[in-house]
């Protein structure tokens, strides 16, 4: 098992940034796929990017991909997801994630592969 806690988020105005922190504890970091996901008030969770367990393959979706970036720091357990240029639409409680894999090369964007999960984290992005 493992298990992950969000930080990082809060109140930032429109072409801002923030940076999320996810702490991993229990089994090795490296044995999973890490993600970020985020659900906007009244919608459903979606992926905003995620890091293979080799650190070597990230994805994002249209919607944030040049804006934001996912990395990981395996011997502090710990990945990030750095958000530039922020914009009102990017407001939503966001989630850190974990799917093992054999795989050290892909990403899955599926939330249903995802077993574990963090808090999340409130970011919202003023106009």
């Known amino acids: 098992q493992v298990q992950l806690v969000e930080s990082g988020g809060g109140l930032v105005q429109a072409g801002g940034s923030l940076r999320l922190s996810c702490a991993a504890s229990g089994r090795s970091f490296s044995t999973y796929i890490m993600a970020w996901f985020r659900q906007p008030p009244g919608k459903e969770r979606e992926f905003v990017g995620g890091?293979?367990?080799?650190?070597?393959?990230?994805y994002y979706p249209d919607s944030v991909k040049g804006r934001f970036s996912i990395s990981s720091d395996n011997a502090k357990n710990t990945v990030y997801l750095q958000m530039n240029s922020l914009k009102p639409e990017d407001t939503a409680v966001y989630y850190c994630?974990?799917?093992?894999?054999?795989?050290?090369?892909?990403?899955?964007?599926?939330?249903?592969?995802?077993?574990?999960w963090g808090q999340g984290t409130q970011v919202t992005v003023s106009s």
């Open positions: 994630a974990a799917a093992s894999s054999l795989s050290l090369k892909v990403v899955i964007t599926g939330r249903s592969a995802y077993t574990y």
């Open positions: 890091i293979s367990r080799s650190g070597g393959t990230t």
